[in-house]
Every structure is written in C-alpha cells, then in structure tokens.
C-alpha cells in the first residue's frame, strides 16, 4: 500500500466505500461519480500505478473477477449493455495512478458515449504498424 494513494486507502478500507465485493486481493466499490447506475472499480489492495506494473497473475484475476461481476450486475440491475473500462497514462483518461478497472452497466438511452471516433487509415499505414508490432 502507499500512504499517500486515496485508491490504497479505499481499496483497504481506511476510507469508508460502498464495497459490492471484497477478496484477499481485491474491493470493488461503487464510483462516488458512476457514469450510469451501478458503475463500480475494481481496485487492487496492493499499489500498481497503471497495467504496465500490474503483475501479469493479478491483471488476470481482475479479468476473470470483471466477466463475473458484469455477469451479475447486468442481470441484478437489469443493465442492457456493459463497458469495461481501463485507463493508462493521462493522454488516455487516467487521472488516479493506481490500477483500476471500470465496470460500467449500461442502459438504452443512458445518455452516456464511452466511444471513440474511428480513424481510416491506408493498408499501408496498417501494413507498417503490423511489422512494427510482429518484429
């Protein structure tokens, strides 16, 4: 844990959340600011500030703990649709540096629009970043 992480402090209850789920390595807790009804984050007890630090082992557990609570909040809150949501570096939305994963149900005109606006490039350009990224 690091003192001075407010998500530390949340995800080991030093500051009172409203917890949805609690485990050795995890608090899920509801947003203090949810996108739609029943938007929550997985938080990790231990400090990892973004998916370049999380241990592979553990960014493996939120994935596997993601599809079950989405699972059960999709049903129990009758959500039509589900975002999971990661956030790394401020160009990309990250503003708390402690690794969470947004769990965000979604419902028919919820007024929300977590989308991005598609670019078009050239088979070119797609065929440079391929060998970029298999070499």
Same mark, same amino acid.
Not at 99 to 116: A, K, M, S, T, V
């Given at each position: ?32 600011? /949810?996108?739609?009804?029943? $938007? ?6 231990? $400090? ?37 949501? *990661?956030?790394?570096? /401020? ?6 540096? $402690?690794? $969470? ?10 007024? *929300?629009?977590?989308?991005?606006? /598609?670019?078009?490039?050239? *088979? ?12």
């Amino acid at each position: 844990m690091k003192d001075d992480c407010i998500f530390c402090k949340l995800a080991n209850g030093i500051i009172p959340t409203n917890s949805i789920y609690e485990d050795d390595d995890f608090n899920v807790i509801l947003d203090a600011g /949810p996108a739609t009804k029943g $938007h929550a984050l997985i938080l990790p007890k231990e $400090h990892y500030a973004n998916i370049y630090e999380i241990p592979s082992e553990t960014a493996g557990k939120v994935m596997i703990l993601a599809k079950k609570l989405a699972t059960e909040m999709t049903e129990k809150l009758s959500a039509d649709g589900f975002n999971l949501v *990661q956030n790394n570096n /401020p160009c990309a939305g990250q503003t708390v540096f $402690h690794f $969470h994963f947004h769990l965000i149900p979604r419902y028919e005109n919820d007024g *929300q629009n977590l989308l991005w606006k /598609p670019t078009s490039p050239t *088979q070119e350009e797609l065929a440079e970043i391929k060998d970029i990224l298999t070499k």
